[in-house]
């Protein structure tokens, strides 16, 4: 089985500072990590996602994220929020699985709030 | 983007009653999913499909089923609806195979209260 922990349910900062959402999974096989964002009343766009390879990733926006094997942590990480970035942050985790695809499985969000 | 609709939009219903549902992709992805969020709780998976007619259960799958009759179109339905159904759902689609299908597209989402 695998689980997501968001360390964080909301997370408070001023224009232009930088900013970071704690994203650990647990997980016995190896995994695919990703960030979705939603901004209000819609639904969940894609940031960035972590398949193989380099374990810096990095999304749009201005996002990045590493992945960290042995910490089991894949944590979000902006140098310069803007107001526009204010959104709920999902973190996921998956792994190909039979007949299921890739079915997500969520954290419980990140709630970003920026101020000026 | 995936082009990916839910509809109804927004739906007010009684105790009891049925309700369904409906997601419409125009991609030709093999797999859709249905989800729901409720504060505190993230996106949790209801049922998934892996194909035409093949449709399996997720983790909150209790009080719900699904139909997939086509590939464009997977039917959600709440056999009699309960307040603790009061949610948002989302849809989702895929591709299949590989590294390149791995990610899902979400539609807007469902804004259902049970009343």
């Known amino acids: 089985a695998q689980s997501v922990t968001q360390l964080d349910s909301q997370v408070p900062v001023f224009e232009e500072a930088p900013v970071e959402l704690r994203c650990n999974y647990s997980?016995?096989?190896?995994?695919?990590l990703f960030w979705y964002v939603q901004y209000p009343n819609q639904g969940l766009q894609l940031l960035l996602k972590?398949?193989?390879?380099?374990?810096l990733v990095k999304g749009i926006n201005g996002f990045e994220a590493e992945f960290n094997k042995s910490q089991t942590s894949f944590h979000l990480r902006k140098p310069s929020v803007h107001i526009s970035d204010t959104a709920e942050y999902f973190c996921?985790?998956?792994?190909?699985?039979?007949?299921?695809?890739?079915?997500?499985?969520f954290g419980k969000g990140t709630s970003l709030l920026v101020t000026p | 983007d995936a082009g990916i609709t839910q509809s109804p939009r927004h739906k007010v219903t009684e105790t009891g009653t049925p309700v369904t549902l409906r997601c419409h992709q125009t991609?030709?992805?093999?797999?859709m999913y249905w989800y729901r969020q409720d504060p505190g709780h993230g996106l949790r998976l209801i049922h998934y499909?892996?194909?035409?007619?093949?449709?399996d259960k997720g983790e909150v799958s209790d009080g719900y089923s699904v139909s997939r009759s086509k590939t464009e179109d997977f039917l959600l339905t709440l056999e009699s609806a309960t307040s603790s159904q009061t949610s948002v759902y989302f849809c989702a689609s895929q591709d299949s195979g590989g590294k390149r299908g791995t990610e899902a597209f979400f539609g807007q989402g469902t804004r259902l209260t049970v009343v």
């Open positions: 996921a985790v998956t792994s190909p699985g039979k007949g299921s695809g890739y079915a997500l499985n």
């Open positions: 499909s892996y194909g035409v007619k093949d449709t």
């Open positions: 972590y398949l193989s390879g380099s374990t």
């Open positions: 991609e030709n992805h093999r797999y």
């Open positions: 997980s016995s096989v190896s995994v695919y």
